[in-house]
């Protein structure tokens, strides 16, 4: 038998040695992690949850899938007190600790914003509140917690034959994401953004504070929170104003080639008194043989002139309308469908109709969701780009965006439909064009990892860069909706003459800013003027 030679002893020796101290180092930084300051603090505080300092992972990804920002902890929450107790006792280690706080969802964020780098990621789903009480009467209304999901609080309002009034076209999200932002869709012309739709609040301040707001009590808290993209407060409870639910809806789609006829028809439709209870649109770029793929849950009215229609690769905008009602309005609302599509100016072939559960309607984006998962294709990054257009510069947008930087098909929905800024309100701390109406102009394109063509998201973010820098160059006067900025020059110019507003709120209630540091507009212990 043959010994091995003594250079490949050493040789193994060495190996040996360098595993045992990786594996050493490894120990030492897991143990010094552990039991650093800021762990071992939040160790000993009195929870009814607890803190997760291994399973952090999850907590650093969300929709968008493009930044990721490590927690030092996630904390499980079972009560109120368990979130006003992990904030105060960060707030009063002073500022010369880092740690920052993030409120998480449902993890649907786009670039960061629900994320804190060595911080403290709160799971809001965790939270365990009384369940959704729903109170009926002459003006019912139901109470909810902020890590709630919308399409739970449908299926228990409608219960009681009642249902939020104001909706985001995608359902599985939490009450206080949305109410931080603002929560709009296809009703929002009518009744308004969600924070339009709130009688109360319950919120955990900077300092660990827990106040209960309103018009009526802490007015300036509660104005400040809606649409304060989670700067001042985490939304902990919430009121929500309901209405009486529908039964079914009518579901219409129609397309048009003019874009001055598809707004002109969307304005006019807004601006009614009796009119479709949703109004959307979509743009179609590039879609040869649209009829034929087009949603096969739609008829068509006249499918002999529908299957005659060319879009030879046209630019289409699409008009979607929805009318709801119960059964035994059937006819009446029959003829005033009818009524109301005669005054538009849509392709006549192209008129296509469903009828389906008002439920089934409000969450018809799950059904993409379900779909997309199935293929892989929903944990890609989502590089949306929202805008919030003046209707008088709605024309030259559109003339130059869809005209010239978009020409190849579109990865991605891109929807456009106006609303009125009578239905919103100054107080809250949502940013938006100064005009009576402005639109809603929403990029959500999805891209495909690892490519590099068109639909690649280098291309795409190069491709939103070419549009914010145009609407910019062109003053169009535009607002981005769910902002994103990297600067605090940027963050001054979004918020215009309200800048110092918002500064001085973020002093009052978040005055280290633990507080959204996904978010980038404030950096903790730096003053904010």
């Not at 280690?93 to 960061?112: C, D, F, K, N, W």
């Not at 369940?131 to 139901?142: A, H, K, L, N």
């Not at 219960?159 to 296809?186: F, R, V």
């Not at 296509?352 to 559960?357: D, H, Q």
């Amino acid at each position: 038998m043959r010994y091995p030679p003594v250079y490949f002893l050493k040789q193994m020796n060495t190996f040996i040695i360098k595993g045992f101290m990786i594996l050493f180092v490894s120990c030492v930084t897991i143990k010094l992690n552990l039991c650093s300051p800021n762990t071992s603090s939040l160790n000993t505080l009195p929870l009814d949850g607890h803190f997760n300092f291994h399973e952090v992972h999850h907590a650093a990804r969300d929709f968008g899938n493009r930044y990721q920002f490590l927690p030092m902890a996630v904390l499980h929450p079972k009560t109120v007190s368990d979130i006003a107790t992990t904030i105060k006792h960060i707030w009063e280690m002073g500022p010369h600790s880092e740690l920052t706080v993030a409120a998480r969802g449902h993890g649907h964020s786009l670039q960061g914003q629900a994320q804190t780098q060595r911080g403290v990621v709160i799971n809001m789903e965790s939270l365990e509140g009384p369940e959704i009480q729903v109170y009926t009467g002459s003006s019912p209304y139901v109470d909810v917690s902020g890590g709630e999901l919308w399409i739970n609080i449908l299926h228990e309002s409608l219960k009681y034959g009642l249902a939020p009034k104001s909706w985001t076209d995608y359902l599985h999200l939490t009450i206080g994401g949305t109410l931080s932002n603002a929560g709009i869709s296809g009703q929002a012309f009518r009744h308004g953004p969600q924070i339009s739709n709130v009688h109360q609040l319950e919120v955990v301040t900077g300092k660990g504070e827990v106040i209960n707001c309103s018009e009526e009590q802490n007015e300036d808290l509660f104005h400040s929170v809606l649409g304060g993209l989670g700067q001042f407060g985490i939304i902990t409870r919430a009121r929500i104003s309901l209405e009486a639910a529908p039964a079914r809806v009518k579901w219409i789609r129609v397309l048009y080639s003019d874009f001055a006829a598809f707004t002109q028809d969307q304005e006019h439709l807004i601006s009614s008194e009796n009119t479709f209870d949703y109004v959307e649109g979509f743009v179609i770029i590039n879609r040869t043989g649209l009829l034929n793929n087009w949603r096969s849950s739609f008829n068509s009215k006249d499918p002999v002139q529908a299957s005659q229609f060319k879009s030879d690769g046209k630019t289409l905008f699409c008009l979607e309308l929805a009318k709801y009602f119960n059964l035994d309005k059937t006819d009446l609302i029959n003829e005033e469908v009818e009524n109301y599509l005669s005054r538009l100016s849509y392709i006549r072939s192209t008129l296509f109709m469903s009828e389906v559960a008002y439920i089934d309607f409000l969450d018809r984006v799950h059904v993409s969701e379900i779909k997309l998962r199935s293929k892989d294709l929903w944990d890609v990054p989502h590089p949306w780009l929202n805008l919030l257009i003046p209707k008088s510069k709605i024309h030259t947008f559109a003339e130059e965006v869809f005209g010239s930087i978009l020409t190849a098909t579109s990865n991605g929905p891109i929807l456009i439909y106006p609303v009125n800024r009578s239905k919103w309100d100054n107080r809250t701390s949502v940013v938006i064009p100064e005009e009576h109406i402005f639109y809603l102009v929403a990029f959500l394109t999805s891209a495909v990892p690892s490519s590099t063509g068109t639909d690649g998201l280098e291309h795409i973010l190069t491709q939103n860069k070419r549009i914010l820098e145009f609407c910019e160059t062109a003053h169009l006067g535009v607002k981005q909706y769910l902002p994103h900025y990297t600067t605090k020059k940027e963050w001054q110019a979004h918020f215009g003459p309200r800048w110092e507003a918002f500064v001085q709120r973020k002093s009052a209630y978040d005055p280290l800013a633990i507080l959204a540091p996904g978010q980038r507009i404030f950096q903790k212990a730096i003053p904010f003027s």
